[in-house]
Nanobody, 123 residues
């Protein structure tokens, strides 16, 4: 039983930065690997990044590597997505998701999802 709530989305100019947060309920948060996905209008859900329960060896989609950074603070039951050098192509609804123990890049493997937060990057 995990509930996730994203925040931090908004409108930003190309080249700017945003930090998304995902607050989780449940006392077993540290047992879940956490991922960020995004979905633009008319497109399929896309993997962005994920981090293991240990906090090590994060995985990034090629499209965001070296620009986005995922991190987690298990003491605060929170995972973050720092987004730098944003591009208009990053515009999407961003979703936080949790999968028990083992990290995955496949959205179909995730057990819990947040409601999403809109990120819009203007040119």
């Amino acid at each position: 039983q995990v509930q996730l709530v994203e925040s931090g989305g908004g409108l930003v100019q190309a080249g700017g930065s945003l930090r998304l947060s995902c607050a989780a309920s449940g006392r077993t948060f540290s047992r879940y690997s956490m991922g960020w996905f995004r979905q633009a209008p008319g497109k399929e859900r896309e993997f962005v990044t994920a981090i293991a329960w240990s906090g090590g060896n994060p995985v990034y989609a090629d499209s965001v590597k070296e620009r986005f950074t995922i991190s987690r603070d298990n003491a605060k039951n929170t995972v973050y997505l720092q987004m730098n050098s944003l591009k208009p192509e990053d515009t999407a609804v961003y979703y936080c998701a949790a999968v028990f123990l083992r990290l995955s890049t496949d959205y179909r493997q995730y057990d819990y999802w947040g409601q999403g937060t809109q990120v819009t990057v203007s040119s």
